[in-house]
């Protein structure tokens, strides 16, 4: 067996994972039930070698977990709206049984049940209709994030220059004011009841990961002895990105606000890119540098994950199972035999 570095992801009343060769999906449902989806995937990372250089492959992870994630996260609402869906029916159908049906109206609803003709492609116009409502879904969280985090900071911070001259000044305010919308966005978000149970699971999926990465049997009970941190989470992988985009957008000197907002979308790529090096560096060394680089996002975590229960880490060791034989993986970081 190969080492690999699971990721995951938290969602509606459960947690996605994704392994080497598929993701899968986790959900517990309101009867308390688990639903486990295991779709196979191919990562866009090993379809073809230009993915792999440093700094792409950045780019191409952040857009397939971006993808994935809004994929899994509609999906597990859609749990919660077919029970909702199933609910209504079943009273209807109740109130329906209080009045006998006169004899009539069955014999028409029969005739025109015979005379209706069959929908055709019906699975494959959801299907289609599902796929394309995910991607408007996609482009407008983009939009809405880049329009908020990256655009809002700089239109902002430009009109500093009607008080300085100085390019540090503004560029750095520009990055701290980013900062600060973001953990209020974040803080103001975990208000929430539904979200407080998503960062919950957020936790769950991280004790999850770092309960394999031990070495340890993957059991609820293990599960919830393990830290809610983890080095590469997407918490940290953001907050990187805001500490690097500081950095880069010293380099770029101008108080025109169109060239400046356009330069700021130009770079976006290249800023994740380099902000996913750092977190893919961070997790896999264990030193005084990798250290420091994750420090702030293990901060960040703090407000982005909350400690799970009993049940929501039996949900993670759910997820885990459906994509990779976690006992054969424990026993080769007990004995340290992975494949080179």
Known sequence: MKRVGIGGQAVLEGIMMKGPESYALAVRKEDGEIATELTPYVSFGERKKLNRIPIVRGVVNFIESLYIGTKTLMASSEY????????????????EAVKEPEKEAVNEAVKGAENTPEPKNEKKEEKEDSKGFMIVTLVLSLAFAIGVFVLLPSFLSNLLYKVTDSDVLVNVSEGLLRMVIFLTYIILISLTKDVKRTFMYHGAEHKAINCLEAGDDLTPENVLKHTR???????SFVFIVMIISILAFMFIHTDTVWLRMLSRLLLIPVIAGLSYEVIRYAGMH????????????????RLTTKEPDLSMAEVAVRAVEQVIDWREYVKCVRENSFEK
């Open 80 to 95: 919660f709206l077919d029970e909702e869906e199933d609910d209504k029916k079943s009273k209807k159908n109740e109130k």
């Open 229 to 235: 941190f983890h080095r590469r989470c997407g918490t």
């Open 286 to 301: 264990n030193n005084a540098c990798s250290r420091i680089m994750s420090a702030p996002g293990l901060w960040v975590q």
